[in-house]
C-alpha cells in the first residue's frame, strides 16, 4: 500500500505539471531545459548515488541476471512488434512509430521513480543496470525505426548521423550507470561532500521529470487522441499485454524478488518519453509519437498500480 501510495504522488507531480503548463507559468523553452537538466545532471547524480554501495557477489551476480533478462525481453518485445505490425497491416511512418513505441517504455523519467518508491535505492541499481540494454537498442533499432522511411538519406548525412549516434549513445546516463559500477566493483565510497551534493541533485529528478512529462502532455490536442483506435491499441498493448507476458514467462521460468518485479514494472512503463523528440529529429511522425506517448501516459495512472498489485 505504501508504494501504491508512492505511485499517486508522482502521478500528482505530473498533473501539476499538466497544469502550470496549462496556466502559462512554464513555457517551451523552459521545459528543454529542465529536460536537459534532468538528463544531464539531476538523473546521473541520482543514479551515481544510487549505486554507491559495497561490493557482493549476490548482488553482483543478480546485476548480471538482470542484463540478461533484460536481453532476452527485448529480443520478444522486437519480434512481437513486427507480427504486430504485419497483423494489425501498418505501413510507412505509422509503423515506425508504433514498433518503437511497442519496444522502448519510459524507464528513465517514470521507471526510476516508481522503482525507487517500491524498493529503494537498491531497486534503483539494479534498473540502471537492466537498461544497459535499452541504451544500446535506442540509438541502434530505435534509429533504424525512426529512419528507414526517410526518404533524404544521403552518405554523407548517414555519416553526420552515425557520429551523433554514438555520441548520444555515451549519454551522461550511460557514463552514470558505468562510473556506478566501477564504485560498486571496488567498494569505493564517495566523501560525504560529494555524496551529499550528488544526492541533493539527484533528488531533483523526481520531481522534475513527472513536472516535464505533464507539462509535455499539455501540448497535446486530447480531441485528436481519443479519436484513433489503432493509438489505444499500442498503448493497451505496452501498458498491459506486454507486462504481463513478462511476468508470466518470469514466474514460469522460476524467478521472483527484484529479479521478477523490475523487468515488470520497467516494461509497464508508457511510451518513453523522448519518442517525440527523436521522431522530429529524424523527419519522422512526431504528431503521431506524441499522442502515444500522451495517451500510453495517461492510462499508466491506472495501469501501473495494477501492475503492482499484480507482480506483489
Known amino acids: 500500500m505504501a508504494a501504491l501510495q508512492q505511485v499517486v504522488v508522482l502521478f500528482l507531480l505530473m498533473i501539476i505539471g499538466y497544469v502550470i503548463k496549462k496556466l502559462g507559468v512554464i513555457s517551451n523553452d523552459m521545459n528543454r531545459d529542465v529536460s536537459n537538466l534532468v538528463i544531464n545532471v539531476a538523473l546521473p547524480a541520482f543514479i551515481i548515488r544510487a549505486m554507491n554501495f559495497s561490493f557482493t557477489p549476490e548482488v553482483l551476480v543478480k546485476s548480471g541476471k538482470l542484463v540478461i533478462i533484460s536481453s532476452c525481453i527485448y529480443i520478444f518485445v522486437i519480434t512481437f512488434s513486427f507480427l504486430l505490425a504485419k497483423i494489425m497491416k501498418i505501413q510507412g511512418k505509422a509503423r515506425d512509430i508504433f514498433q518503437f513505441a511497442v519496444v522502448f517504455s519510459n524507464g528513465g523519467y517514470m521507471g526510476y521513480p516508481v522503482i525507487k518508491a517500491l524498493i529503494g535505492d537498491i531497486g534503483v541499481f539494479y534498473a540502471a543496470l537492466y537498461n544497459f540494454p535499452f541504451n544500446i537498442l535506442l540509438w541502434t533499432l530505435g534509429v533504424h ?8 538519406k544521403n552518405e554523407n548525412s548517414g555519416l553526420r548521423k552515425s557520429i551523433d549516434i554514438i555520441k548520444k549513445f555515451m549519454n551522461p546516463a550511460m557514463i552514470a550507470v558505468i562510473i556506478g559500477f566501477i564504485l560498486f566493483l571496488f567498494s569505493i565510497k564517495l566523501p ?9 541533485l539527484g533528488n531533483l529528478t523526481i520531481p522534475l521529470a513527472m513536472l ?14 481519443f479519436t484513433e483506435k489503432r493509438v489505444f491499441i499500442i498503448s493497451f498493448i505496452r501498458l498491459l ?9 518470469l514466474k514460469l521460468v522460476g524467478f521472483s524478488d527484484h529479479l521478477l518485479i523490475i523487468p515488470v514494472i520497467i516494461t509497464a512503463m508508457p511510451v518513453a518519453a ?3 523528440i527523436m521522431a522530429s529529429m ?20 491506472v495501469t501501473i498500480p495494477l501492475i503492482i498489485m499484480m507482480v506483489n
Open 145 to 152: 525505426f525512426l529512419t528507414r522511411n526517410n526518404s533524404e
Open 192 to 200: 560525504y561532500p560529494l555524496y551529499t551534493t550528488l544526492d541533493l
Open 212 to 225: 516535464f512529462i505533464g507539462s509535455i502532455l499539455a501540448d497535446v490536442k486530447s480531441t485528436e487522441i
Open 241 to 249: 499485454i506486454i507486462p504481463i507476458l513478462t511476468m508470466f514467462i
Open 274 to 276: 523522448n519518442a517525440p
Open 282 to 301: 529524424f523527419n519522422n511522425d512526431y504528431h503521431l509519437a506524441s499522442k502515444v506517448v500522451f495517451l500510453s501516459t495517461f492510462f499508466s495512472v
